[in-house]
């Protein structure tokens, strides 16, 4: 919210302070911390002017100026160049002279153009920042202002001027206003406040326009229109301009002044906090009624956008005969067919009272932001109505010439004010803070509410526009803001004594560093993917990856679903590293995937304010899908360097399948590896790890050629991905119930023939099965396929080391292990001992 110092004057004493930062640092103090400051945009001499006479050059280049001798109160005219022609001699303007710097550090300097020596600039709107206009230079007189030559533009102007721009609590609404924001300051500095939204209004009358509130409210059960005020202004000149002194707010309040008619409305709405509407009240029809979209219903709003409704969206709407049309998206933005042009002759003035929840799902739904519903979404006082709206009445009657008319309506009650009990020794219960009854009435009183104290109890009863207080520690929290949270203590909580890093955290901890340490990098990348990465991936049509569960608000229309696995968005990042000149690639993500299971389609809704119970609570975490823990890993390029060592080795499956093997062994647990064909692998070079308890902990492979085609990656680039939740479910096999040997051990290498198709590991199995406890490791050393073996068969060498516990192993016995190892090998796969 930006705050016009000047403006703010008008309804506090701000001269208490004579530094603006002191203002800012104040402000600060309760809540409204300073985000920007706004001070003089100009400096150097900037004179109001009188054109003496000017003389008009028409130039080689076609373009025509005006040569000008101005009158700056320094008793010799200067000359100066102007280009633009809608003045006249005799015209005050406003001259910036030769060391003046304009917004945008524009220094003014004398300078030789169209063969003169230009004495300074005759300055338009834009170039001082006082708007966009820049086809005219400004004439003080159109502005409504007067002057002497030599007089200070700078002053005149506005120029130097301070504008705070202040950062509003979401739940504090009554702060976008310049009411709100001077109230907070009278109650800092203990001044009374003089509430200029104390306002005589008129009582509605049976001949107002027929306005009818007919819609119940599907949200919340919360009606979306709880109160409507019109009032009509006739005979109103819409082409009369803004006077400059509202202009000028209105810009230093960072809004851009329109037209009188809508810059009266926002200005009001600045100056009130009541977003306001105006109608062409010769183009409405017989009534007005506020409803919910039907199915089918579209509206051109004023940005000249024709907007989709939604069946939540609360709609302003004329009826005429009984039919209806839309004229406004409720507390957001109105329709084009009804807006106050300059042939608009009367006026009806529209101040309701919508619901926060419609008009901030309105906004968000539509992607429109708006002055209006950035107060209704956080909350607008609703007794404010009907003083606002008689407020811009009153300034279109003054500014405009209107009239206002006699008939007046209302509709929808004020609600009732809210009243709570406040025990008087909660404040210092919570804050560690003395607060005497007294003090306490008058720290509340000083926010707007109304105090009786009874006892030890204090009856509060809360103004209108603090709809955020509902319950008495939300007035604890006032108590200490308005009694400076300057006189709160400083107490050091005592740390609790720590437990250390759970399972999972250590698990993550030691896989992490393993990656990092095998050559990988840690990136994080955002959990939104599409049906079109699916397709990229081709991921089959029943594939249960494909259900992500989709946003109903996602941060970009073309990736609208929660990813279901961690390499539909890494792979994003290996394609941004290659594309900024990598070649080899490794990186790795940790963290959560959202699976479309295990949870229910649509989660419990509350009231605002309402605090679910227990079992509600247990409700909401059973409503929310299913969110393991992933690792998944990319390698792209080669895995082993070129260097003297050697050319250097391409990346292959064995590399990734090694890492989920390492991870394993870092945890202490083993898996079955079993070939798989699962997208986006190639089918024919995919692991697939089956952990003891049967569940499927991951893959690791090749992707699929058509898969890096897709993705645009190098070709025999090869992933994993494991859910981390799975492995976690394992016991740790790393107990030692044995004894340790300290006899030698004794090697026996068997080369069996088996089928292609039967993997590796099974055949490892059989012989480990056979091998009796004395086997202590088996190794895979040799696959051969070739001239020497009959086709379709395939040459498994392994090394078995033997080691018994309590004897050295003879030569005999080592064999006679791997006999018994290879019978049961070649009962269980087939295979053959390669001679």
Known sequence: MRVPLEWLSDYVDTSVVDDPHVLAADLAGIGLEEEDFF?????????VARVLELTKEEHSNGKTINWCQVDTGEGEPRGIVCG??????????????????????????????????????????????????HDGIIVLTDLGLDGEPGDDAIALLGLDRVTLDVNVTP????????????????????????????????????????VVLADDGPIHGMPGCSRFTALIVRDLDPTRPTPFWMRRRLLEAGMRPISLAVDVTNYVMLELGQPIHAYDLDLLGQRIVVRRARAGETLTTLDDVTRKLDAEDLLITDETDGTSRIIGLAGVMGGAEL?????????????????????????????????????????????????????????????????????????????????????????????????????????????????????????????????????????????ARAGSYDRIPSVLPQAPGGRGLSAAQRARRRISNLLAGLGYTEVLTYPFTSE???????????????????????????????????LATLVDAVSRNLGRGFKDVAVFEAGLVTLPTGGSATGLRFDPGYHPSADELAAIRESVPQQPYHYAGV?????????????????????????????????????????????????????????????VLGHAGELHPKVLENLGLPRRSVAFEIDLDALLRQEDERAW??????????????????????????????????????????????????????????????????RAADRTLTADEASALREAATAVAAERTGAEVRS
């Open 39 to 47: 001070g003089p945009a100009v400096t150097g001499p900037l004179v």
């Open 84 to 133: 633009a022609h809608n003045f006249a001699a005799g015209d005050l303007v406003v001259a910036a002279l030769p060391g003046a710097v304009l917004p945008g550090d524009f220094r003014i300097a004398a300078r030789k153009t169209y063969g003169h020596v230009s004495d300074g600039m005759i300055c338009s709107q834009r170039e001082l920042g006082l708007g966009d206009d």
């Open 171 to 210: 739940d504090r609404g009554y702060q976008l206003s310049m009411r709100g924001i001077a109230r907070e300051y009278a109650m800092l500095k203990g001044q009374t406040f003089e509430d200029p939204a104390r306002i005589a209004t008129a009582a509605p009358t049976a001949d107002g326009f027929e």
């Open 339 to 479: 807006e106050v042009t300059d042939a608009t002759r009367a006026v009806l003035i529209e101040a309701a009272h919508f619901d926060q929840v419609s008009i901030a799902r309105t906004a968000r739904r539509h992607r429109l932001p708006s002055e209006a519903a950035r107060r209704f979404e956080r909350g607008v006082d609703p007794a404010l109505g009907p003083a606002a709206a008689r407020r811009v009445a009153d300034l279109l009657v003054e500014l405009g010439g209107g009239t206002l008319d006699p008939a007046t309506t209302v509709v929808g009650e004020e609600p009732a004010p809210r009243v709570l009990e406040l025990p008087l020794d909660l404040a210092e219960r919570t804050v560690g803070v003395a607060y005497s009854a007294a003090e306490t009435a008058g720290l509340l009183e000083a926010i707007g509410a109304a105090v009786e104290v009874s006892g030890d109890t204090a009856r509060v009863t809360v103004p209108t526009w603090r709809g955020d207080l509902t319950s008495p520690i939300d007035l604890v929290e006032e108590i």
């Open 532 to 566: 079109k990465r699916s397709d990229e991936l081709l991921l089959p049509e029943d594939d249960e990856r494909r259900g992500g569960v989709r946003l109903v608000n996602p941060m970009a229309d073309d990736q609208p679903l929660m990813r279901t696995h961690l």
């Open 635 to 695: 390698v792209a390029g080669r895995a082993e360097l070129a260097g003297t060592w050697g050319a250097g080795r391409p990346v292959e499956a064995a590399d990734v399948i090694d890492t989920v093997r390492r991870i394993l062994a870092a945890l202490g647990l083993d898996a079955a590896v079993r070939a798989a064909r699962r997208a986006p692998f190639h089918p024919g070079r995919c692991a697939e790890f089956v952990l003891a308890d049967g569940s």
């Open 737 to 802: 119930t044995g004894v340790l040997s300290s006899y030698p051990v004794s090697r026996q290498d068997v080369a069996l023939v088996v089928d292609d198709a039967i993997p590796a590991a099974e055949v490892a199995a059989a012989l480990r099965a056979g091998a009796g406890a004395e086997l202590e490791t088996l190794e895979v050393f040799d696959v051969y396929s070739g001239d020497q073996v009959p086709e379709g068969r395939k040459s498994i060498a392994f090394r078995m080391t033997f």
